[in-house]
C-alpha cells in the first residue's frame, strides 16, 4: 500500500492498532481505493497471518450459487453438486475471510450471514449438521449501507453487526501527495515488467496530479501502464497519455457517496 497523506497515515495507524485483535472490520471507500490491498494488510499483521485469508467477492457470483460459496454444499444438494464442497467460511477457519463488496448481498441471504457471524457455525446447503468456525470478518462495500439499511435493501441488524470497527479510505482525488508516490511506483513496475526505464515529461506529470481519477488507483495504474506501452520515447508527453471516456467519468462520479461516518 503507497501512500503517505495524512489521511493514509491514519488509516495504517488504524490498522495496527485493530490488526491483533479479532473485531470485524468495515472498509468503506469508493470502486479502484484498494479495499482488497486494505483487508490483506489487516491479515498480515494479525495473529492470524499463519492462516488464510479467503476472499469473496459478493457481487461477482450468481445469485442462486453464493450460497454454496459461503457455506459449501453436500453432494446431491442440487443438480450440480456432484461432490461435497467447503464454502469459504470453512476455508477461512482460523484465518480471515473478506467479504469484498458485501453492499450486494442478496437480502435474502443476510440473514444466514448474520446467524453466521453471530454462531461462529454453518451449515452446507443440503445438510442440517451445523459446523464450528473460526474466522475474523473483514467486509468491504462503495456503498452507503446506512443509506441501503433506510431504504430496505440491507438488514440493520446484519449492518450493525459489520459495524465494529468502521475504516474509511479516502479517494485519490483527496490525498493529491500519493499520486506523485504512485507514480513513481507504477513506473517502477512497468520497468519490471518489461516497458524499460520510463519518466514523465513536466506537463504530463502536472496532467496526472490535476485529474480528478474517478477510478482512483487502479485507473492510475492503467493509465500509467498504458502511457508505458503507447510512448516511443522514454519521456512519456501529454499526448501519450488517455483517460476514461467523459460517459464513463460522469457515470462513476455519480456513484453514491460514501458515508463519512462508515
Not at 467523459?246 to 460514501?258: A, D, G, I, K
Request: charged share 25%; hydrophobic share 40%; proline share 4%.
Amino acid at each position: 500500500i503507497v501512500g503517505k497523506s495524512p489521511s493514509m497515515r491514519q488509516v495504517f495507524a488504524l490498522i495496527n492498532r485493530i490488526a491483533p485483535s479479532n473485531a470485524t472490520v468495515l472498509i468503506n471507500g469508493e470502486t479502484g481505493v484498494g479495499k482488497e490491498l486494505i483487508a490483506q494488510a489487516i491479515h498480515q499483521v494479525s495473529n492470524r497471518s499463519e492462516k488464510p485469508i479467503i476472499t469473496v467477492n459478493c457481487g461477482a457470483i450468481a445469485k442462486d450459487l453464493i450460497e454454496s460459496e459461503l457455506f459449501g454444499h453436500e453432494k446431491g444438494a442440487f443438480t450440480s453438486a456432484h461432490l461435497v464442497r467447503k464454502g469459504a467460511f470453512e476455508a477461512a477457519h482460523g484465518g480471515t475471510l473478506f467479504l469484498d463488496e458485501i453492499g450486494e448481498l442478496p437480502i435474502d441471504l443476510q440473514p444466514k450471514i448474520l446467524r453466521a457471524l453471530e454462531n461462529r457455525e454453518v451449515k452446507r446447503v443440503g445438510s442440517n449438521d451445523l459446523i464450528d468456525v473460526d474466522v475474523r470478518i473483514v467486509a468491504a462495500t462503495h456503498r452507503d449501507l446506512h443509506q441501503m439499511v433506510s431504504q430496505g435493501r440491507f438488514r440493520e441488524d446484519l449492518y450493525y453487526r459489520l459495524f465494529v470497527v468502521p475504516l474509511v479510505i479516502p479517494p485519490l482525488r483527496e490525498r493529491i501527495d500519493d499520486v506523485h508516490l504512485l507514480i513513481d511506483h507504477f513506473l517502477e513496475d512497468a520497468e519490471k515488467n518489461g516497458a524499460g526505464k520510463k519518466t514523465f515529461s513536466k506537463s504530463a506529470r502536472e496532467s496526472l496530479l490535476q485529474y480528478e481519477w474517478p477510478g482512483n488507483v487502479r485507473e492510475l495504474k492503467n493509465v500509467i501502464q498504458r502511457a508505458c506501452l503507447v510512448s516511443e520515447s522514454d519521456e512519456i508527453s501529454v499526448e501519450s497519455l488517455s483517460f476514461s471516456p467523459s460517459t464513463l467519468h460522469e457515470r462513476t462520479t455519480q456513484e453514491p457517496n460514501v458515508a463519512k461516518s462508515a
